[in-house]
């Protein structure tokens, strides 16, 4: 099985910077796709990008799209979100999860969330 733990959430200001990591725990990891989702509140959670298992394929919403950057390093089982030009309408629970197929459309697997707060 697949276990992912988010991390690197917090509070940035309108206009910054945050870099979320997604660690990764399974040997079958490197033939997921993986993407993030977030969950504002009162609001259902939404898809923000994904990765293909090879890294060479991406998919971004299109309210992030040109602001965030999803990668992966498949040598340390790591998926990452860098997000910049951060608005207040970014905050949420920034999830990750993996599923097997490209594109993701098939999420099994889900880590606990990370805080993404951006103040005006």
């Known amino acids: 099985q697949v276990r992912l733990v988010e991390s690197g959430g917090g509070l940035v200001q309108a206009g910054g910077s945050l870099r979320l990591s997604c660690a990764a725990s399974?040997?079958?990891?490197?033939?997921?796709?993986a993407g993030w989702f977030r969950q504002a509140p009162g609001k259902e959670r939404e898809f923000v990008a994904a990765v293909a298992p090879s890294g060479s394929s991406t998919d971004y919403a299109d309210s992030v799209k040109g602001r965030f950057t999803i990668s992966r390093e498949i040598a340390k089982n790591t998926v990452y979100l860098e997000m910049n030009s951060l608005k207040p309408e970014d905050t949420a629970v920034y999830y990750c999860?993996?599923?097997?197929?490209?594109?993701?459309?098939?999420?099994?697997?889900w880590g606990q969330g990370t805080q993404v707060t951006i103040s005006s």
């Open positions: 399974g040997r079958t990891f490197f033939s997921y796709s």
């Open positions: 999860g993996a599923g097997p197929g490209w594109p993701l459309s098939w999420t099994v697997y």
